[in-house]
T-cell receptor, first 112, second 115 residues
Framework: AQSVTQLGSHVSVSEGALVLLRCNYSSSVPPYLFWYVQYPNQGLQLLLKYTTGATLVKGINGFEAEFKKSETSFHLTKPSAHMSDAAEYFC??????????FGKGTMLLVSP | DAGVIQSPRHEVTEMGQEVTLRCKPISGHNSLFWYRQTMMRGLELLIY????????DSGMPEDRFSAKMPNASFSTLKIQPSEPRDSAVYFC?????????????FGDGTRLSIL
């Protein structure tokens, strides 16, 4: 079985501030991890993924995430928030023969 | 390149009516997924296909829901009869091939309202 926990349903930051969205996972086998972003009235768009290899993964729009096995975490960060980053972000895990399991999502609010 | 295309984008109908949602996956993708998104339950996988064959339909809520994939470029999700609790956004996604390391590419969804 696998699961994802996203801490905080809403995160608020000021423009230019660090963005940190937290994701912890549970998996009995080595996981593959993904972050998706959803803008209003749109589908989910892949930001980045970790499959194997380097644990620090860089994605689109300046986002990156680090896979930490010891902490079972895959937190998403961006050094400087932009107004256009306001959206809902989903962490997802898959492992073995299973399909993606999504977290509940974190709404990122960016204020000027 | 065209992404996953869903139609209609919005559907409003009365309870008891049949609803058909349509999806065209990305050309060359072999796996197709149907999801439902609600505020209460988040994003739920309903069913997925690989090479046009249904692999796992354990997420389909009840017999009122059915899905087909007659060919590699088209899939439908049908609800008959529809009920107000079916109101949600329904997403279709596709991936290049089956496998847990494969990213999924989502359409823009169909917003369904059952009155």
């Amino acid at each position: 079985a696998q699961s994802v926990t996203q801490l905080g349903s809403h995160v608020s930051v000021s423009e230019g501030a660090l963005v940190l969205l937290r994701c912890n996972y549970s998996s009995s086998v080595p996981p593959y991890l993904f972050w998706y972003v959803q803008y209003p009235n749109q589908g989910l768009q892949l930001l980045l993924k970790y499959t194997t290899g380097a644990t620090l993964v860089k994605g689109i729009n300046g986002f990156e995430a680090e896979f930490k096995k010891s902490e079972t975490s895959f937190h998403l960060t961006k050094p400087s928030a932009h107004m256009s980053d306001a959206a809902e972000y989903f962490c997802a895990v898959s492992a073995g023969y299973s399909t993606l399991t999504f977290g509940k999502g974190t709404m990122l609010l960016v204020s000027p | 390149d065209a992404g996953v295309i869903q139609s209609p984008r919005h559907e409003v109908t009365e309870m008891g009516q049949e609803v058909t949602l349509r999806c065209k996956p990305i050309s060359g993708h072999n796996s197709l997924f149907w999801y439902r998104q609600t505020m209460m339950r988040g994003l739920e996988l309903l069913i997925y296909f690989n090479n046009n064959v249904p692999i796992d339909d354990s997420g389909m809520p009840e017999d009122r829901f059915s899905a087909k994939m007659p060919n590699a470029s088209f899939s439908t999700l049908k609800i008959q009869p529809s009920e107000p609790r079916d109101s949600a956004v329904y997403f279709c996604a596709s991936s290049l091939r089956e496998g847990s390391n494969q990213p999924q590419h989502f359409g823009d969804g169909t917003r369904l309202s059952i009155l």
